[in-house]
């Protein structure tokens, strides 16, 4: 089945340092979407980004969608302990299914 | 004014016990689903429900039923417990059109002794 993978599963950095997770699909997306889920917290989504290519930057956050659409990224430039928490990306499943399937999620760890 | 809403926040139960998971939105919107996250943080999809009609199960255990009266509202019931089903679970709505973001609610920490 549709499986989508994060790498690293854990990040641990100073805070100042950058910070990226990767997002890798087994199938081409329509879309992908990203949430944040502080610790203790429900999932709470971030931005979605839909062509092929896309950049997308919400301050220092920027989110990147591949070429392929089967991969995507997202790049936190100089972290703070705000940043704290687990990351998830989010590719829908076959149309009709109404279903998004959520990568596996990378948690970072902001250190002072 | 919360827009997703789920009760109770924790449940604790003993093995073979029936428990339910109450789950509203004030969104106007059309799917809602139900979601379990594990201790390694994984996010799976158990049910999506669509104006009230069952979308998906995702080969989740007849023990778990869930339950739409009507839009605004997904329950889940769980039949006989067992210790795996400790968990993290998360009620979620969405327009259901494409692109459309998942709007989560505040979980509700299951654990079985």
């Known amino acids: 089945g549709q499986q989508v993978m994060q790498i690293p599963q854990y990040q641990h950095v100073q805070e100042g340092e950058d910070f990226t997770t990767y997002c890798n699909s087994s199938?081409?997306?329509?879309?992908i979407q990203w949430y944040k889920q502080r610790p203790g917290g429900h999932p709470v989504f971030l931005i979605q980004?839909?062509?092929?290519?896309e950049v997308k930057k919400q301050k220092r956050l920027t989110f990147q969608f591949g070429e392929a659409k089967k991969n995507s990224s997202l790049h936190i430039t100089a972290t703070q302990t705000t940043d704290v928490g687990t990351y998830f990306c989010?590719?829908?499943?076959?149309?009709?299914?109404?279903?998004?399937?959520f990568g596996t999620g990378t948690r970072l760890k902001v250190l002072a | 004014d919360t827009a997703v809403s789920q009760t109770p926040k924790y449940l604790v139960t003993q093995m073979g016990n029936d428990k339910s998971i109450k789950c509203e939105q004030n969104?106007?919107?059309?799917?809602m689903y139900w979601y379990k996250q594990d201790s390694k943080k994984f996010l799976k999809i158990m049910f999506s429900?669509?104006?009230?009609?069952?979308?998906i199960n995702e080969t989740v255990p007849n023990r778990f039923s869930p339950k739409s009266p009507d839009k605004a509202h997904l329950n889940l019931h769980i039949n006989s417990l067992e210790l795996g089903d400790s968990a993290v679970y998360f009620c979620?709505?969405?327009?259901?059109?494409?692109?459309?973001?998942?709007?989560f609610g505040n979980g509700t920490r299951l654990t079985v002794t």
């Open positions: 979620a709505s969405s327009t259901g059109q494409d692109n459309s973001p998942l709007h």
């Open positions: 199938t081409t997306l329509s879309n």
């Open positions: 980004l839909v062509k092929s290519g």
């Open positions: 989010a590719g829908p499943g076959a149309s009709g299914t109404y279903k998004y399937i």
């Open positions: 969104l106007g919107h059309d799917t």
């Open positions: 429900y669509n104006n009230k009609e069952l979308i």
